[in-house]
């Protein structure tokens, strides 16, 4: 089985300082691991993904996660908070890719504030 | 663009009625996977289809059905609607060997 925990419900940040959202998981598998991001009234937007290659995995809008399976978190991180980065994020974690289901598994989203 | 499009976007119905939820896909993906977001709680996955002749229940099936009506199609029905149904919906597709997933817009469902 499966599961996420993202350790806040919400975060409040300053315009141009740093964001830092946490996400811990559990699985079974070698976890593939993704954020994606839910701006209002949007679908969900795929930010950046993890599938055993680099820990490091940088993605889309400047934001960057770091995978550490000894503490099994894949926090994801930004230096410099933007006012359009203003959404819902969202930790995910996935059945390894090709097995049966395909199936991700959902944190239950962190909401992020930007202040001027 | 290849994309996801769902409709309705928006729908308000009372208990007791039956609605569809539509779902269609350009992207030419086999997989498509129907959720529902609530506050709180991320997304639930209802449904799953592998293929046109794949139907698989996920972790909240009940008082749900599917229909795969073409590679491209997947619909979402809600029998009989009750209140606590109303939810954000959101239809995804995969590729068979890739695990990320691609999202529509989301329909909102209200039952009063």
């Known amino acids: 089985a499966q599961s996420v925990t993202q350790l806040d419900s919400h975060v409040s940040v300053s315009e141009g300082t740093p964001v830092l959202l946490r996400c811990n998981y559990s699985?079974?598998?070698?976890?593939?691991l993704f954020w994606y991001v839910q701006h209002p009234n949007k679908g969900l937007q795929l930010l950046l993904k993890?599938?055993?290659?680099?820990?490091l995995v940088k993605g889309i809008n400047g934001f960057e996660a770091e995978f550490k399976k000894s503490e099994t978190s894949f926090h994801l991180t930004k230096p410099s908070a933007h006012m359009s980065d203003a959404a819902e994020y969202f930790c995910?974690?996935?059945?390894?890719?090709?097995?049966?289901?395909?199936?991700?598994?959902f944190g239950g989203g962190t909401r992020v504030l930007v202040k001027p | 663009d290849a994309d996801v499009t769902q409709t309705p976007r928006n729908r308000i119905t009372k208990t007791g009625k039956r609605i569809m939820l539509e779902c269609s896909q350009t992207k030419g993906h086999d997989r498509m996977y129907w959720y529902r977001q609530d506050p709180g709680l991320g997304l639930r996955l209802i449904y799953y289809?592998?293929?046109?002749?794949?139907?698989n229940k996920g972790e909240i099936s009940d008082g749900y059905s599917v229909s795969r009506q073409a590679q491209a199609k997947f619909s979402l029905s809600l029998e009989s609607a009750i209140p606590n149904q109303t939810a954000l919906y959101f239809c995804?597709?995969?590729?068979?060997?890739?695990?990320?997933?691609?999202f529509g817009p989301g329909t909102r469902l209200t039952v009063l």
């Open positions: 289809s592998f293929d046109v002749k794949d139907i």
């Open positions: 699985s079974s598998y070698s976890p593939s």
């Open positions: 995804a597709t995969s590729r068979v060997s890739r695990n990320e997933q691609f």
């Open positions: 993890y599938t055993s290659a680099a820990t």
């Open positions: 995910v974690v996935s059945d390894p890719p090709g097995a049966a289901g395909n199936k991700l598994t």
